[in-house]
């Protein structure tokens, strides 16, 4: 890694937490975007080795990640969708425009090859429509060579063998808009070809780590339940959070090193891929 990307990863690392904070989100919206900053941290690494001046990002699904990309990538036209306009606050203080789209209908409100990076993340395992018809969505308003990054979680993971997807997704809220958990979770292979068939060329495809590490576990819903408020400095909290702990770490440990030994069963995938070919109508 250059230098020149080092610094925007500690700058990135030194602003994040302080967008986050400034959000004033809910205890479990925090550990989640807590978690996924070490998938931020990546993202931007990659990013970086695409970005231009005056690049034209799309965002798909906005995050405290999304509040530090304009400090970072000052000179970049930076624009975000969402299903709310729970965001558009928070964004605008930033510098970055929202619109609100429910991407379910498989269109996007832009022309033809109007963005040089499309950064997709976490967000087709949530959508009811048709994967191939939004990637080729993507396909139309990105930039030919233009990058599409794009990452979901892997229907094969260990995690999911051991913890099979349930059935019936899990259904929130965004602001008044109806948000479903993970529709449908795909495999590496999925993605390929899905990329392929809308006219991607693929310049990485792997399984990430980024999500297998203890930092994520400790601080899981599931987990945190049983570990107790770590601002709660009773005797029995303190207690019951060791014990758990210790409990925990060697099923822990070894899951994380059987994610190491066998890619596969890693919880992230993750892509970066170039528009390649013509498949667009304005």
């Known amino acids: 890694m250059s230098d020149f990307a080092s610094d ?21 919206e925090t550990d989640y975007f807590k978690r996924n900053k ?18 034209k990002i799309l965002d798909i699904g906005p995050t405290p990640f999304t509040l530090c990309l304009k400090e970072i990538f000052a000179d970049s036209d930076i624009i975000a969708i969402d299903i709310s306009q729970i965001w558009k606050e928070a964004l ?3 510098g ?4 609100v789209v429910d991407l379910s209908h498989g269109t996007l409100p832009f022309p033809a090859q109007s963005f040089d990076i ?17 990637i080729q969505e993507l396909r139309r308003v990105l930039k030919d060579n233009g990058i599409l990054i794009l990452s979901t979680f892997n229907a094969r993971s260990l995690k999911n063998i051991i913890m099979p997807v349930r059935r019936s997704p ?3 809220y965004s602001g008044n808009a109806k948000v479903y958990g993970h529709i449908k979770e795909y495999t590496l292979k999925e993605i390929t070809e899905i990329l392929k068939a809308s006219h991607f060329k693929i310049l990485e495809g792997r399984y990430a780590r980024y999500f297998d590490n203890l930092s994520f576990y400790y601080t899981s819903s599931r987990l945190s339940r049983y570990l107790g408020n770590p601002k709660d400095r009773e005797c029995f909290f303190l207690a019951r959070r060791a014990i758990i702990r210790i409990i925990t770490f060697p099923f822990i440990l070894g899951y994380l090193i059987l994610t190491i030994l066998i890619p596969s069963f890693r919880m ?15």
């Not at 390649?276 to 304005?282: K, N, T």
């Open 96 to 99: 970055i425009c929202l619109e």
């Open 92 to 94: 605008k203080s930033e």
């Open 8 to 28: 925007k990863i500690r700058h990135f690392k030194r602003i994040y937490n302080s967008r986050l904070k400034s959000l004033k989100l809910s205890k479990k």
């Open 38 to 55: 070490y998938r931020f941290i990546y993202i931007l690494e990659k990013l970086n080795n695409f970005y231009h001046p005056a690049s």
């Open 118 to 134: 499309i950064i997709f993340t976490e967000v087709i395992e949530h959508l009811d429509v048709s994967a191939i018809r939004i």
């Open 170 to 172: 899990v259904i929130f």
């Open 268 to 282: 992230g995938i993750f892509f970066i891929a170039e528009a390649s070919g013509v498949l667009y109508e304005d």
